[in-house]
T-cell receptor
Framework: GQNIDQPTEMTATEGAIVQINCTYQ??????LFWYQQHAGEAPTFLSY????GLEEKGRFSSFLSRSKGYSYLLLKELQMKDSASYLC????????????FGTGTQLKVEL | GAVVSQHPSWVICKSGTSVKIECRSL??????MFWYRQFPKQSLMLMAT?????????EQGVEKDKFLINHASLTLSTLTVTSAHPEDSSFYIC????????????FGPGTRLTVT
């Protein structure tokens, strides 16, 4: 089966930096997505990695190491509105672009 | 990004009745859509892949006769929960598959189903 793990909860301070890790063991790999989801709302796309390395997008960056089955999402200059669930999702080879989601990390940003 | 809508946004129904949820891609044609369900404080679980003009592909453990999916056009997929029971109460989210280069999924706002 597919296994995608994330920490369940994290707490960070406004203005700080937080790193949310995602480890995966899947049968095939065709890219990794990060989504943000506020309670009761749809997930919104944050980033995509298919090659090893760092992708930067404003306050958000995402890193991938395919050999280690590891990714992280880095959030800088945290704001209160960043309090949300962050979902790591893997697209599998030959999976018809289906996504298998990780357990999700609930991030709470405090003053 | 692309816009996907869902209707209704919430619905309450009695046990034993059926409920239809619509998922529309508003500004692009989506040959493939996906249906997920999400229980409180849990992640998204893929239920099925909906392909325009063909039968849906269901994930293991999802009853295809209970969760009927129809993808009749390039902009509309529907999920019908038949003979709903309280355990079917959940947040149902659809997504539409984008195109190259990354085949991003665009998610709808979700439908909260409560079965009493």
């Amino acid at each position: 089966g597919q296994n995608i793990d994330q920490p369940t909860e994290m707490t960070a301070t406004e203005g700080a930096i937080v790193q949310i890790n995602c480890t995966y063991q899947t049968s095939g790999f065709n890219g990794l997505f990060w989504y943000q989801q506020h309670a009761g709302e749809a997930p919104t796309f944050l980033s995509y990695n298919v090659l090893d390395g760092l992708e930067e997008k404003g306050r958000f960056s995402s890193f991938l190491s395919r050999s280690k089955g590891y990714s992280y999402l880095l959030l800088k200059e945290l704001q209160m509105k960043d309090s949300a669930s962050y979902l790591c999702a893997v697209s599998l080879t030959g999976g018809g672009n289906k996504l298998t989601f990780g357990t999700g990390t609930q991030l709470k940003v405090e003053l | 990004g692309a816009v996907v809508s869902q209707h209704p946004s919430w619905v309450i129904c009695k046990s034993g009745t059926s409920v239809k949820i619509e998922c529309r891609s508003l500004d692009f044609q989506a040959t493939t859509m996906f249906w997920y369900r999400q229980f409180p404080k849990q992640s998204l679980m893929l239920m099925a892949t909906s392909n325009e003009g063909s039968k849906a592909t269901y994930e293991q453990g999802v009853e295809k006769d209970k969760f009927l999916i129809n993808h009749a056009s390039l902009t509309l997929s529907t999920l019908t929960v038949t003979s709903a029971h309280p355990e079917d109460s959940s947040f149902y989210i659809c997504s539409a598959l984008g195109r190259l280069p990354i085949y991003e999924q665009y998610f709808g706002p979700g439908t909260r189903l409560t079965v009493t």
